[in-house]
């Protein structure tokens, strides 16, 4: 009985995610997804074994809505100026195959920023290659899901849709839908 009632859970997100009519679903990881800064606290590869379901909350859910994003026939894609490999290693620990996670960030493995290296003023040239890759027309049709509200406005000012995440509280199903709902 409870098998069925989460694939009816299950087969209402994916509808919810239809219905919202997006075909990329763009999320920061530290503070969006997590409720640490896992860049700025050093996390690494080998922490997320053992931190993955601590630092991020709902993450069965998380885990839910990275799934049935695809099975809605849209993409998703972590777009993070964080540590890739990190956060990759982050998401196989909650059960996702390596085939599964995407992850665009403008550091190499093991790459930290620098006087020489700073990270980039905001997420839109992952945005615009990610429609380019994913033969996505319009930014329209692309939300990025944000805890910093730069990022968010800079998106919009390109056309793209994003919603501001409140920080640190993690994304639970709930959260994904009330946040891809007020997407301007």
Partial sequence: MADESQRGADDQLVHDIRAAGFDLYAFDFDMTLSN???YNSGRTVRDAAFRATHDIPFSDQVVRILRSIREADAQW???T???PEVVRAYLMALGLEESEVLVRSPLGEQERYSEENRPPA???T????LMEE???????????????G???QAARYEGFRGANVYPGRGMSVESFLFYISTAK
Avoid: E, T, Y
């Avoid at 992952?126 to 290659?129: I, S, T």
């Fill in 36 to 38: 640490v800064h896992c």
């Fill in 77 to 79: 894609c972590i777009v």
């Fill in 81 to 83: 100026f964080g540590q």
């Fill in 122 to 124: 905001d997420k839109n």
């Fill in 126 to 129: 992952f945005l615009r290659g």
């Fill in 134 to 148: 994913f033969g996505i027309a319009s930014p329209s049709n692309v939300v990025l899901l944000d805890d910093d």
């Fill in 150 to 152: 730069r990022n968010v």
